[in-house]
């Protein structure tokens, strides 16, 4: 027979106050590594010799790490465990750096750190959230969410702002920023040991590998109640979360870059920290917008859609006037929208979510969310048909559209009640 979930797991330890700390640092670091490549794009167009093909296609192999990364460890760390998940995670997340710092000049090690890179990053997002959900005892029913977004956010602006210092400034730029985050990196997974675990192994599955699939693919479907909130709220507003960050420091850069002159990827580096910087300031305004009555009125959703807009609009605007500074108040209203629509959609998540599919429901949300990260590559690819003002126009209208998405979903479908 198929194993069955257990309705509450019950922790092999009561969790310590401060033992999601540990697992925020393990989000914290795997975020430093898979944001700290984004800067070196150019690095490795100048310096490795690589087409501007071979750089989106580094930038591919990460997507296709961190898809399974997002949606398998969720479902998986439900089953046997959120700490050797999470382990496995951060040693990928290591390993990843180690590959990157000695085959800078081989693409196929390139492809491979990044590859591996993904899966640490979706293991940590979707697995380090939950976990840190169950090990925030007695707090407010969004302050987990904050933690998870902050750490992560967190690992995101500083992995991106201390390699581009390093590749611009540094010795050795093809190497010294991997070996900063592989010092930062390689104590985590032991610290993990040490953290409770939330979710003790089920006992092994003796079914086929079909219904073990069909298992966890269960894992991945939002409950019945939540599937009306879930289709015309999330929906609409996932995949602008990183699709805002994507605009801001993937597209406007590569617009505006020759304002800069040698400075490109310095600039580069400084909207990359600004957008997220941003996004980790928001967090205290995100909380009063989901509050209880946030909840149930959608304030945050709204107001996430809202400021992404005006986003969408400045880079619309700035296409034509190619302006450093326009580019830098785009990347803030963008990072406020990222900031704000990271956290209120993690926390919608966790409300729609019970204990036993909390990993894979996050999973499914993240995985929303980094679709937007392909926008930077459509409008890449369709750029030798149509211009950047048209494009980033019709950017902007989509993110109208959107808006009137949610504001009419959080109008029509009721906040589901939070499920333990």
């Known amino acids: 027979m198929l194993e069955t979930k257990q309705a509450v797991p019950s922790p092999a330890a009561a969790p310590r ?22 800067p070196l794009l150019l690095m490795y167009r100048r310096l490795g010799g690589y087409s501007a093909l071979s750089v989106d296609a580094f930038l591919g192999a990460y997507v296709v790490g961190l898809v399974p990364g997002l949606l398998l460890a969720g479902p998986v760390s439900d089953r046997r465990g959120r700490r050797p998940v999470l382990v496995a995670g951060a040693v990928a997340s290591a390993v990843a750096s ?67 210092a390093l590749a611009q400034w540094g010795p050795w730029p093809m190497v010294t920023p991997y070996v900063v985050h592989l010092l930062l990196a390689v104590a985590i997974p032991v610290l993990l040991l040490r953290v409770p ?5 089920l ?26 909130r879930f289709r015309l709220v999330i929906l609409p507003m ?41 996004g980790v300031a ?10 209880e009555e946030g909840a149930r009125t959608g304030r945050a959703p709204v107001a996430a859609m809202a400021v992404m807009l005006l986003g969408a609009v400045l880079c619309a605007v700035n296409a034509l ?28 998540i966790q409300r729609m979510a019970g204990a036993d599919d909390l990993a894979g429901l996050t999973g499914v949300y993240y995985a929303l969310a980094y679709s937007g990260f392909l926008l930077p590559t459509v409008l890449a690819t369709l750029a030798g048909w149509l211009s950047y003002p048209v494009m980033l126009t019709v950017v902007a209208v989509v993110a109208l559209i959107c808006l009137g998405l949610v504001v009419n979903g959080v109008r029509v479908a009721a906040a589901v009640p939070a499920r333990r």
């Open 282 to 291: 928001v967090q205290p305004v995100a909380k009063r917008l989901h509050g």
């Open 197 to 201: 675990e939330t979710r003790p192994p």
């Open 203 to 228: 006992p092994r599955a003796t079914g086929s590998a079909r219904d073990l699939l069909a298992a966890l693919a269960s894992d991945l479907r939002v409950p019945a109640p939540a599937r009306r």
């Open 321 to 348: 006037l190619l302006s450093p500074w326009l580019a830098a108040a785009a990347a803030v209203a963008l990072g406020a929208g990222y900031g704000i629509a990271m956290v209120s959609g993690l926390q919608e």
């Open 98 to 164: 180690l590959v990157l710092c000695f085959g800078g000049q081989s693409a196929w090690a390139i492809y491979a750190g990044r590859l591996i890179t993904g899966v640490a990053v979706g293991t940590a997002m979707s697995v380090g959230s939950s976990w840190v959900k169950e090990l925030s005892t007695g707090a407010d029913g969004g302050l987990a969410a904050r933690r998870a977004a902050l750490c992560q956010t967190a690992g995101f602006a500083l992995g991106a702002g201390v390699a581009g």
């Open 238 to 278: 996932a995949p602008w979360v990183f699709g805002s960050a994507g605009l801001a420091y993937a597209v406007m850069p590569q617009l505006v870059g020759f304002r800069v002159g040698h400075w490109g990827l310095a600039y580069a580096t400084g909207l990359t920290v600004l957008t997220l910087g941003v």
């Open 17 to 38: 106050s401060d033992s999601w700390r540990i697992v925020a640092a393990a989000m914290f670091a795997c975020g430093w590594g898979g944001n700290q490549f984004t």
